[in-house]
Structure formats: C-alpha cells, structure tokens
C-alpha cells in the first residue's frame, strides 16, 4: 500500500502519495482512463473508497466516473502487511475466478480462513535497499481489520 489520504470538505488536499509527487482528487478527475479501456483500477491506498458530497467513493469513484470499468479501493487506514497479502492472494485469484469481484471475495475469505501463501518479506525492499517493514511480522491476518475495508466498485455499463 502506498499512502493516500482524503479530506472531507476539503478535496483539494486529498490525494495518493505517489513516489515523488501527490496524486490530487483533480489530477484523478482529469485522467481520460477510456483510452484504452481500463477494466481494473486497483488504489490499495489507505481510505481511498472515501468520499463526500463532492467526491463519492473519493478517488475509486472519481476513477468510475471519468471511465474505468473497476476499482478496487479503502475505506479505513489499512496494514501494509494485511494490504500485500489481500492483494497477493486478489491477483492469484483473478485467473481462477468469473468476475474481479469474486476474486476479491475469495482473497478476503483466504485472509479470513488463514488460508493465504506466506509473504517472504525478506524480499521487500525500498528502492534505496533498505529492507521494507523489516519490523513487521505476518502473523494472523484473520481479523476483518486486513481485509474487510477493501471494495469493489463497478460500472454496470
């Protein structure tokens, strides 16, 4: 997960952290996400299925709106740990199930049952070497903290 944060009343200063830059709620309404067709929009960010009166479903709705298909996003401040194993177990499951969304349920229902592939966070690195979360431990990432605040928001058409 990278960081994002959305600021009710205040979309102007909601954004996603990119490496050296801020992604703004305008810089995401501005994207042409139609060409091509983007199918799936993945913001494992924390809270970024948040939104307001003006942005509902913050940056995933905003996404939607502006033409992807599909996104993944959070409504709370997620674990990077908890994040990386979803999103683990979510792209293992794409290929193996009908729709994105099933994928996502069989991801969540993986973390619930303690059913996903270890993480070896020794291969986590920064990209000035430094090992990521080296402090960190994957133990049981049951809880409905890891994985219940990620959605699926879809255009019907």
Partial sequence: ATHAEFKPGKPENSYIQLWDQRLTLEDVNNLDWQLPNLELLVLSACETAVGDSNAELGFAGLALRSG??????????????????????????????????????QAQLALLKDQTDAVDLSQLQKSYGEKALANESLGSLSHPFYWAGFTMISSPW
Avoid: C, N
Avoid at 79 to 99: C, K, R
């Fill in 68 to 105: 992807v298909k599909s996104a993944v996003a959070s409504l709370w401040d997620v674990s990077d740990l908890g994040t990386l194993a979803l999103m683990s177990e979510f792209y293992h499951q794409i290929p193996q199930t009908a729709t994105k969304a099933e994928a996502l349920r």
